[in-house]
């Protein structure tokens, strides 16, 4: 029997319900993300590292276009 996936929600959810946003799952070597309002839906999954990767690259800084 597998496991139930731990879902966890953004602390940027937002107001309300905190509807209005993504989720995502740690599945050790993946990571699942998915439309809250439609849970049921689609579920992308990516490489931990390449999701990592991702992260980093929201959190630097970018230039300003000119």
Known sequence: ???????????????????DCMEIADLCSRVAVRDSKAPTR?????????????LDALKS?????R
């Open 61 to 65: 800084p970018h230039p300003t276009p």
């Open 42 to 54: 689609a579920t992308l999954t990516f490489p931990a590292g390449t999701f990592a990767a991702f």
């Open 1 to 19: 029997m597998t496991p139930p996936i731990s879902w966890k929600k953004s602390s940027y959810s937002g107001g309300g319900e905190g509807n």
